[in-house]
């Protein structure tokens, strides 16, 4: 299911429950094992329910133990230091980091006009891990909010991750925050120049061309079709394989997919 389809779905089928509930009677709802196990059957990702607020896993989907190697019991019994556990030494401050960005950047678009909170969605890419035997992968997690405060802030994530080792040839990782449709809504931090950028990590005229590329042009066509010339052509597809690290332009294509960017 992409990204996209599974946004939609969370906001006709489960968003109204959460907020029918109450994000405080959470913990006690069944329920929830039921939804993310749903959502997990679609793409095979692993699925989780977040409290952003307590910074606590409330529930995680059945296939854990396929994917990382840990059980449900000792996701139970570490919760979110499990996470920790399972990093690479090299990336252990990420989530530390990306954290701390999270919060400056949602003050930020608080003083946006035409935010839409209910489209926030959020891309961490290439964070390194290591399942429970050691062997090593690189993850795409993405946030969707399933219960909003007041103010706008995501109480309540659902985040699905997954292993994009073979997508990935950086050694960096990056984070994507869009709350709306303008070019001013979406942002991006890069562990490679520890900067945040006030625009997507893919331009617009790079989806341009990502989008012919997937409609089988070559970059010659492109060229002809925006007019522009092939050397440009060529300049859009490297530019935007440096940013985000992808493996190649058909990595690139697959990783902008799934973080809703195409």
């Given at each position: 299911?992409?990204?996209?389809?599974?946004?939609?779905?969370?906001?006709?089928?489960?968003?109204?429950?959460?907020?029918?509930?109450?994000?405080?009677?959470?913990?006690?709802?069944?329920?929830?094992?039921?939804?993310?196990?749903?959502?997990?059957?679609?793409?095979?990702?692993?699925?989780?329910?977040?409290?952003?607020?307590?910074?606590?896993?409330?529930?995680?989907?059945?296939?854990?133990?396929?994917?990382?190697?840990?059980?449900?019991?000792?996701?139970?019994?570490?919760?979110?230091?499990?996470?920790?556990?399972?990093?690479?030494?090299?990336?252990?401050?990420?989530?530390?980091?990306?954290?701390?960005?999270?919060?400056?950047?949602?003050?930020?678009?608080?003083?946006?006009?035409?935010?839409?909170?209910?489209?926030?969605?959020v891309a961490y890419c290439g964070i390194k891990m290591k399942r429970k035997n050691g062997?090593?992968?690189?993850?795409?997690?993405?946030?969707?909010?399933?219960?909003?405060?007041?103010?706008?802030?995501?109480?309540?994530?659902?985040?699905?991750?997954?292993?994009?080792?073979?997508?990935?040839?950086?050694?960096?990782?990056?984070?994507?925050?869009?709350?709306?449709?303008?070019?001013?809504?979406?942002?991006?931090?890069?562990?490679?120049?520890?900067?945040?950028?006030?625009?997507?990590?893919?331009?617009?005229?790079?989806?341009?061309?990502?989008?012919?590329?997937?409609?089988?042009?070559e970059s010659k066509e492109i060229a002809q079709t925006l007019f522009i010339s092939t050397?440009?052509?060529?300049?859009?597809?490297?530019?935007?394989?440096?940013?985000?690290?992808?493996?190649?332009?058909?990595?690139?294509?697959?990783?902008?997919?799934?973080?809703?960017?195409?």
């Amino acid at each position: 299911m992409r990204p996209e389809e599974l946004h939609k779905k969370i906001l006709e089928e489960y968003r109204p429950f959460f907020k029918q509930i109450g994000v405080e009677k959470l913990e006690e709802l069944s329920q929830m094992d039921k939804i993310i196990n749903e959502l997990s059957k679609n793409d095979g990702s692993l699925k989780m329910i977040f409290d952003n607020r307590n910074y606590k896993i409330l529930a995680v989907s059945d296939n854990i133990e396929a994917l990382t190697g840990y059980t449900k019991t000792e996701f139970q019994n570490a919760n979110v230091m499990l996470y920790f556990r399972a990093l690479e030494f090299e990336h252990l401050l990420a989530p530390l980091i990306l954290g701390r960005w999270f919060n400056n950047m949602f003050k930020h678009i608080k003083t946006l006009e035409h935010v839409a909170y209910h489209k926030l969605q959020v891309a961490y890419c290439g964070i390194k891990m290591k399942r429970k035997n050691g062997e090593k992968g690189r993850t795409l997690q993405r946030y969707i909010p399933l219960a909003i405060s007041e103010t706008g802030f995501p109480d309540i994530a659902l985040s699905t991750g997954d292993d994009i080792k073979h997508l990935l040839k950086s050694d960096f990782y990056w984070v994507r925050l869009s709350c709306g449709d303008l070019p001013t809504h979406k942002f991006y931090y890069s562990s490679a120049d520890k900067k945040t950028h006030y625009q997507d990590i893919v331009s617009e005229r790079e989806k341009d061309v990502l989008r012919l590329i997937m409609d089988g042009l070559e970059s010659k066509e492109i060229a002809q079709t925006l007019f522009i010339s092939t050397h440009t052509v060529e300049n859009h597809r490297r530019n935007a394989i440096a940013r985000t690290g992808a493996r190649d332009t058909t990595a690139l294509i697959q990783i902008c997919r799934m973080c809703g960017i195409l």
